[in-house]
């Protein structure tokens, strides 16, 4: 079945520095894929929907990209804030199993003022 | 956003009882998942669910664990008997379909459950 990577497990930035998250996945047919994040005792919450047909995708304060090439999806937090500080999940649908989703392990984000 | 409850969000019960976690999904959501995460360790994808049928479950899915959802009522997990393996964090999603539009699942709070 999918497997999906991680890394890394844990990060700790400087307030106003960028933070990289990195997910490779296994199954080159996937064309979107989700990330969440997570605050201590809370509910996962959707940061984005991104679709393969787009590259490179800009939210609030991060940008996703995607290398279908490499079958790779990162997460780019930049100038990271004390808000960021929150575990951040990949995670790609499987259509052929009603849409399980396989997560990648979380990455632990600590900002420091 | 919308917004999926679970109750309760913490249980403590002796190995072999029965435990019963209750979600409540977004009111016009037609797919229901539960997914379980040990502390430090990956969530994990247990089982889905769709029009009073499971459609799809893991291998986590043990012959003790059971989903119903009555009457659209609350969605639950049971486990019957528990297993001291079964701790963890059980967290409830819902979406509104299938197709790339739909799919989004949107999650709970995590119920906390401790078998001791």
């Known amino acids: 079945g999918e497997q999906v990577e991680q890394r890394p497990p844990h990060l700790s930035v400087r307030e106003g520095d960028s933070a990289v998250i990195t997910c490779t996945y296994t199954d080159p047919n996937s064309y979107y894929f989700f990330w969440y994040k997570q605050e201590p005792g809370a509910s996962l919450q959707l940061l984005m929907k991104?679709?393969?047909?787009?590259e490179i995708n800009e939210g609030q304060g991060f940008t996703v990209l995607l290398n279908k090439k490499d079958t790779r999806l990162s997460l780019n937090l930049t100038a990271a804030h004390p808000g960021d500080s929150a575990a951040y999940f990949c995670a790609v649908p499987r259509r052929s199993a009603g849409n399980k989703l396989t997560f990648g392990i979380g990455t632990r984000v600590l900002v420091r003022p | 956003g919308p917004k999926v409850l679970q109750i309760p969000s913490h249980q403590i019960i002796d190995m072999g009882q029965m435990v019963t976690l209750n979600c409540d999904p977004v009111?016009?959501?037609?797919?229901f998942y539960w997914y379980k995460q040990i502390l430090g360790q990956q969530m994990e994808f247990l089982v889905n669910f769709y029009n009073g049928k499971v459609m799809e479950k893991s291998k986590l899915f043990k012959d003790q664990f059971s989903v119903e959802r009555p009457d659209g009522s609350y969605f639950t997990l049971k486990i019957q008997p528990t297993a001291l393996e079964d701790s963890a964090v059980y967290f409830c999603?819902?979406?509104?379909?299938?197709?790339?539009?739909?799919?989004?699942?949107?999650f709970g709070p995590g119920t906390r459950l401790l078998v001791l």
């Open positions: 991104v679709f393969s047909s787009t």
């Open positions: 009111s016009n959501h037609l797919y």
């Open positions: 999603a819902s979406s509104s379909g299938l197709g790339p539009n739909q799919d989004t699942q949107y």
